[in-house]
């Protein structure tokens, strides 16, 4: 449902798990666009340690969205970002999907209780937010709404888990969810610091890469918090630190992206990263984050 | 210069690379808390590959800071973070330093203008901010104060580089240079959104290892942002994520660290994290730490 970017990624990973994958999406080029990713995914997969021998086997595409849901156990809905949108694919979904599917969006910012508007029985219906690349990072936001039913919000859990991703229901539904605004929050400040000329999009990279990625990759924030308290932990941290961070809080930037900022910092992306095709790019990436998550498997 | 945390791992760090260490700090047990340090450092310096036969055999401990200061190539002051403390110190280092000497200040939020202050020779005083652990961790701010002299910064970096760090100079002075400014950040939305109670603290270290921690660790914002652009780049991803940004830095949480908020934040870190000793968390973060710079390095 939605073969783009995120949803050629999730088929790559169902099919490498065994499961019978429907694909539906009404461009032209679906076909030949999801067996090329899943293909591309194949060696990150393997590496996870799944079976990646005939991957297509299990592989169909639909003309129709009625085709692929009928029958399935499961929906993963990976539309463009568009309320009317996945509003109307859910309402057409909720008619021919059976009692028991699970029907889950991969939405990154619309509630569940908004998608779900159009449909009579949304009780299977919420959000299954990943992390991309879905078929590599673990994280999946499970968000129900409003109408969800708690057995819903089990099944999905236990789906993702088999999948081997971490599932993690968040206990309220805020707009962009945790992982967009975490991501907002930095980025907003990183903007900030290149658009001030107080260090290059380049320069901020290597910082964050070789600074509190690695940090934030073998512990979270709170933990790491917490360890740098000492044996007061967190609580001795906090006393300590907190007012320094609150006078953070007062000067951080609050940049807007105009026209003279996205143009500084794509012109500096360009310059920095602009020899390395997107292809390239993709690739070192999954490798490196294949590697991180090996090494801590290991750990 | 200050054998704190920081103190003895720059310590151990500096004698993994065969280098004389003089260690001056006021407190009665410096000997032996530096002496430990040095020995639990020892496991991961080896793992980077360095020689940690007889680390100790290098290392001085002086009853004056003008028996470390003197004669010395290099001072890495690691003192508590006081301003004033800061001040008094790097006068006192100044009147005995050589000329020749570089002298490196580890704060992490006094600009070396103010703490070279009562120097009266400030030329080659600057800020070498390393994160924590700094020998482990690649890497260090390098902030040059107003009277500071160019061929001090391009030692500075010389010097960093020589024990394998990643140095990195700030182009201007800001509070809380690069690092805690991002840190400060990201903290004030994982507070906020704790607080707010959609999700515990350990559901959103959770949430950081299994998603940005990974992929911040294999490759920066801009660069993730790049590649997640397509073709079209970081110029593309803006033009469209843009405004999403926007309305997310509208509705950012801006908690404060009242007590409520410290009470609950340490409450929940103490049940997630409680169970293991200072000890344990250390070495468990810096296995964990060193298992991906060894993953990179390898990619």
């Known amino acids: 449902m939605g073969a783009g970017v995120i949803g050629s990624s999730w088929t790559a990973l169902f099919l490498a798990h065994g499961l019978r994958v429907s694909v539906w999406d009404p461009r032209a080029d679906v076909e030949r666009m999801v067996c090329d990713s899943v293909r591309q995914a194949a060696p990150a997969l393997k590496a ?37 949108l996945k509003q109307e694919l859910f309402a057409r979904i909720g008619q021919t999907a059976g009692p028991g599917s699970l029907l889950l969006s991969s939405s990154s910012s619309f509630p569940a209780t908004d998608i779900s508007k159009g449909m009579s029985a949304p009780s299977r219906m919420l959000i299954g937010h990943p992390y991309n690349p879905p078929h590599l990072l673990p994280l999946v936001e499970v968000v129900p709404g409003e109408r969800t039913d708690p057995p819903a919000v089990a099944d999905a859990v236990a789906f993702y888990k088999a999948l081997g ?135």
């Not at 086997?57 to 309320?83: N, W, Y």
């Not at 590697?291 to 750990?299: E, P, Y």
Request: aromatic share 8%; net charge neutral.
């Open 165 to 299: 991703k971490v599932p993690l229901v968040l206990r309220k539904d805020v707009p962009g969810f945790v992982i967009n605004r975490l991501q907002a929050a930095f980025f907003r400040e990183c903007v900030h610091l290149v658009r001030e000329g107080v260090v290059t999009v380049e320069e901020l990279d290597s910082i964050v890469t070789n600074a509190m990625g690695i940090r934030w990759a073998a512990a979270g924030p709170f933990l790491s918090f917490h360890a740098g308290g000492g044996p007061g932990g967190l609580r001795h941290f906090l006393e300590h630190i907190g007012p320094a961070f609150e006078r953070l809080w007062k000067v951080l930037g609050e940049p807007k992206f105009d026209p003279r900022t996205v143009g500084l910092l794509s012109a500096q992306a360009e310059q920095a990263f602009g020899k390395m095709s997107y292809d390239e790019l993709q690739k070192t990436r999954d490798r490196k984050q294949l590697a991180i998550m090996n090494a801590l498997r290991r750990c």
């Open 48 to 84: 996870l340690g799944l079976p990646t021998a005939n991957l297509a086997r299990k592989l169909r595409f639909e003309h129709e969205l009625e085709g692929a849901v009928e029958g399935a156990d499961v929906v993963q809905e990976s539309a463009t970002e568009d309320l009317a």
